[in-house]
């Protein structure tokens, strides 16, 4: 079946290098796609969005790059800090306004001083 | 706004007993999630409301599982009888129906423990 999948589970950064965390998706179909960000103990928390109709989009810090070609999502940290090691997940969905997401299997990023 | 609520954060019980986990969602969102995560499944969607009406039960594992939602404001998700393979963070999360996307909000979650 359809399904969004991360490449890989952990990733250790040194504090201030950029982080790049990646998620592949097969669902030719999937029209917008979310990055959450969860940390121990906590819900996932929405960090950025991007339509099927963008390939790139920026936040504080953070860009979200869409390649549909080869069904692709990263993310990306600028200046990685302590705060944003976390579990990260990729999600998907077929159409916009509020339908159910499918999330990744996330990736563990670690930020090491 | 408190954004969304559950109640209780942690709930310990044993094999066999009724569990009722609570979900309060945002105030005017069209949309509530019930998700189960584990380590070896990750984040699965259990099932979700519009307009207090279920719409996609899929994810619900067996007749052991069941989910209300009585009112906009209010939601349960019941376990009877519980089993230890249940034991996993429960999460709640809502999401406003419009052109603005797909962001759902998420809970704090429930950690259950099935002895």
């Known amino acids: 079946g359809e399904s969004v999948g991360l490449h890989l589970p952990t990733l250790s950064v040194q504090e201030g290098d950029n982080s790049i965390i990646n998620c592949a998706y097969s669902n030719s179909a999937s029209d917008y796609f979310i990055w959450y960000k969860q940390e121990s103990g906590k819900g996932p928390q929405f960090i950025i969005d991007?339509?099927?109709?963008?390939d790139k989009r920026q936040g504080q810090r953070v860009t979200v790059l869409l390649n549909k070609t080869v069904k692709h999502l990263s993310l990306q940290i600028a200046a990685t800090q302590p705060g944003d090691s976390a579990v990260y997940f990729c999600a998907e969905t077929p159409q916009r306004g509020g339908n159910k997401l499918t999330f990744g299997t996330g990736t563990q990023l670690k930020v090491e001083l | 706004d408190a954004g969304v609520i559950q109640s209780p954060r942690h709930e310990v019980t044993e094999m066999g007993q009724e569990v009722t986990l609570r979900c309060k969602p945002i105030s005017g969102h069209d949309y509530l999630f019930w998700y189960r995560q584990t380590m070896m499944r990750g984040l699965e969607l259990l099932i979700y409301?519009?307009?207090?009406?279920?719409?996609?039960d899929s994810g619900m594992p067996e007749d052991r599982f069941s989910a209300k939602m009585p009112n906009a404001s209010f939601s349960t998700l019941k376990i009877q009888p519980s089993e230890p393979r249940d034991s996993a963070v429960y999460f709640c999360a809502s999401s406003l129906q419009g052109p603005g996307g797909n962001e759902q909000f998420f809970g704090p979650g429930t950690r259950l423990t099935v002895l």
């Open positions: 409301f519009n307009n207090n009406v279920p719409i996609d």
């Open positions: 991007i339509r099927s109709n963008m």
